[in-house]
Structure formats: C-alpha cells, structure tokens
C-alpha cells in the first residue's frame, strides 16, 4: 500500500485525508494518507524521514509550503513562479519534485463548477500573500482583459504584479466595478475585511472567496449586499486535491459526487 500524507501545523481540521481516501476508492488506487504535525524546527528532516520509510508522496499546507519549495530538486513551472509547492512527489531516481495545484483548482472551480469565463475580464484579486502568488499564474493564463492585485500593503501589491506582469493598486485608487473579484485574503477567517470601496462590485460582479465555512463568508454577504454574486473556496480545495492525486497516480478523479457532499455535511 503506498503512502502519502500531508504536513501542516495545525493538521488536526485539515480534511485531505478524507478527501484522498474518497479519490482513492473510486479510482480503485491503493493507498493510505494521514495527518503529520509538522515541527518548526525538524520539518526537513521528518519529510526525508517519510520518504525514506517508503512514502510516495506528500500535500504541504501552511507554514511549511516555502520550505518545501527550497526542499526540492526539480520543481514544475507554476511552482517556479509561485515559489511555494503544496505537493511533493519522490522520483524514482530519489529527486524530489514540488508542483503549486491551488491556482489549477481554483481556476477549474470557477470555469467548471461555477461556470464562469475569465477571459477577456476585469479581475480584482484582494490581497498579496503567498495564497494570492499561489494562483496568479493560472488566472492570467485564461487571458483576462486585466488582473489588478490590491493590498493594504502597496509595495508588496506593486512587488508581485510586477513579477507577474498586472497591475498594482492600493485600495484607496480602486475605480469602477470589477467583472471577477477574487478574496485571497483571511478576511473571513478573520471577520475583517480591507477597505473596499461601494463601486468595486454592481449586478454584474462575481465574486470568489478563497476561503469556505458554514453559511455565507463575510466578503461574500459583502459581494451579496452590492448586488454581487458568487461562491467559496470549498470547490477549489477539491479541485487542488483532484490535481494532486492525479500528480501521484496519474489518475484524474471526478469531483462532483465529493463535492456535493462536502457541501451538505458543511451546511447540514
């Protein structure tokens, strides 16, 4: 049975191992995937240890997501960009290889499950940290009209358009409604959101919250109350798994029946 597990610190919510064991048994894949308490201090060395003990591969979530990046030894183009992987995936030949699956998930969230179109739209994606760096390659591959990146930091908003090529704004120089507007902030973890103005979003807006929890996110009833539609992030943890496991197994799992479930377990 090959291993697999994820790394994070806190571990104990994350739900990977659920998800990964549903891909597993309706992809028929024999495997196992746990939880592992990942230590500020020992984590490199308790992921030689995994693979060393025969471990397959690994998912990485916060904090630990840059220091498996500088870990690897060959790593995938989005995950150069990103600078930062969330899954591992020991070679044959003993190289460690490191791929970012979050702005894949997302982006097939919004174009598959929610049936939304990127090209050609004035995007606002809301924050400037390592989840928005996580996706952006992924969004301007669908050839928006415009991706501008606000923060409430507007050096680091500027230091990352300027890597990837869009536009960065404080939110004070925010003008006119957004086609797509995408949170990647904690605002909803934290029940604080950054300083958006009236005239971001109309009817015509959709808006995507990075994050998900039971009932409606803060920047969502925010989208809601300006006449805005849109939808979690609940989608796009699945659809990063779903990238995951295919990154492992090279089978690609269907994501509907989970998803629907995820759904009525989080509302029930």
Same mark, same amino acid.
């Given at each position: 049975m090959d291993q697999y597990a994820v790394f994070g610190n806190p571990i104990a919510h994350s739900k990977s191992p659920d998800i990964h064991m549903h891909f597993a048994e309706e992809t028929q894949q024999n495997i196992s995937y746990s939880r592992i308490l990942g230590?500020?201090?020992?984590?490199?060395?308790? $992921?030689?240890?995994?693979? #060393?003990?025969?471990? =397959?591969?690994?998912?990485?979530?916060?904090? *630990?997501? +840059?220091?498996?990046? %500088?870990?690897?030894?060959?790593?995938?183009?989005?995950?150069?960009?990103?600078?930062?992987?969330?899954?591992?995936?020991?070679?044959?030949?003993?190289?460690?290889f490191g791929d970012t699956t979050d702005g894949v998930g997302m982006v097939r969230d919004i174009?598959?499950?929610?049936?939304?179109?990127?090209?050609?739209?004035?995007?606002?994606?809301?924050?400037?940290g390592g989840a928005v760096q996580g996706i952006l390659d992924n969004v301007l591959a669908e050839n928006p009209k415009s991706v501008t990146i606000?923060?409430?930091? $507007?050096?680091?908003?500027? #230091?990352?358009?300027? =890597?990837?090529?869009?536009?960065?704004?404080? *939110?004070? +120089?925010l003008e006119? %409604?957004?086609?797509?507007?995408?949170n990647g902030t904690s605002a909803s973890r934290s029940s604080s959101l950054p300083p958006l103005k009236d005239e971001l979003a109309n009817e015509k807006t959709w808006c995507y919250d990075m994050t998900y929890g039971k009932g409606t996110t803060?920047?969502?009833?925010?989208?809601?109350?300006?006449?805005?539609?849109?939808?979690?992030?609940l989608g796009m943890l699945v659809g990063q798994a779903a990238e995951s496991f295919y990154i492992w197994r090279q089978v690609r799992p269907d994501m509907t029946r989970l998803l629907n479930t995820m759904r009525t377990e989080l509302e029930g």
């Open positions: 230590d500020d201090v020992e984590f490199e060395n308790q $992921v030689r240890d995994f693979f #060393a003990n025969g471990g =397959k591969g690994l998912n990485v979530t916060a904090p *630990f997501k +840059d220091r498996a990046f %500088a870990m690897c030894d060959i790593l995938s183009q989005r995950a150069k960009k990103a600078g930062a992987v969330n899954t591992l995936l020991m070679g044959k030949n003993g190289d460690l174009i598959d499950n929610h049936k939304q179109v990127l090209k050609d739209k004035r995007i606002l994606i809301i924050g400037a606000a923060n409430r930091t $507007v050096e680091k908003a500027q #230091a990352l358009a300027e =890597k990837f090529d869009c536009f960065g704004s404080s *939110f004070e +120089d006119g %409604a957004f086609d797509l507007i995408i803060i920047f969502l009833q925010w989208a809601i109350d300006h006449g805005a539609t849109g939808a979690d992030g």
